[in-house]
């Protein structure tokens, strides 16, 4: 049974699905490799397992919101014939650089939204994503965290806040490397400003 005081949060494109830009289509969802497994290792070790993204589309007109909602039923339920619950889903939907907008990564606003929504510790959480920007989202929130490096890191600007707690190859590795960094008695291993071990 999952605690409800910690969670894995998980970025969406490239990460749990494969990256179709401006996909908001059941039909092209496609789990990268070993996600499944890796959720449900994760989700065995006692995780909630919510999901955080950037949906600039919204904003820029791509698609609205109720398609993008259509898309999160679509994803829950793939899951759920996986045996995997999915705890929440949370999406920014404004365009890079939008006034006052605090939720769009690698700003924490959506891991907090989870946190009010859900009871979370954030220090017992982890965040996994395929960009420095999901790492520096997680480490300002609180969290440790996993950059699954698939290539999709093009930039690579560096600040404390963006070197993650460790690197994984897929999300069976990260989920590995979650559970082998967080054995039971310890789910509020202290982290640093980076979001490093210290």
């Not at 894995?8 to 494109?13: A, I, R, Y």
């Not at 909602?69 to 339920?77: M, P």
């Not at 600040?159 to 190859?169: E, F, I, L």
């Amino acid at each position: 049974m999952a605690d409800a005081q910690r969670a894995v949060f998980l970025d969406k494109d490239g990460t749990l699905v494969e990256d179709v830009p401006w996909n908001v289509d059941p039909a092209l969802l496609r789990f990268t490799p070993h996600a499944v497994d890796g959720l449900k290792l994760l989700a065995a070790h006692g995780w909630r397992l919510i999901v955080v993204t950037n949906q600039p589309g919204i904003a820029l007109g791509r698609f609205d919101a109720d398609a993008l909602a259509r898309l999160e039923q679509a994803l829950c339920e793939r899951l759920a014939e996986q045996g995997v619950v999915l705890d929440g889903f949370f999406a920014c939907p404004h365009a890079p650089d939008s006034p006052g907008c605090d939720c769009r990564k690698p700003q924490p606003g959506l891991l907090r939204q989870a946190q009010r929504r859900h009871g979370l510790r954030l220090s017992a959480s982890w965040m996994i994503g395929d960009i420095l920007d999901d790492v520096e989202a997680g480490a300002r929130a609180g969290c440790r965290t996993v950059l699954m490096d698939v290539g999709n890191e093009t930039v690579w600007r560096a600040s404390p806040w963006r070197q993650p707690t460790c690197v994984a190859g897929d999300l069976l590795d990260a989920a590995r490397q979650i559970v082998a960094l967080s054995p039971a008695g310890a789910r509020d291993a202290p982290v640093t400003a980076a979001g490093a071990l210290p």
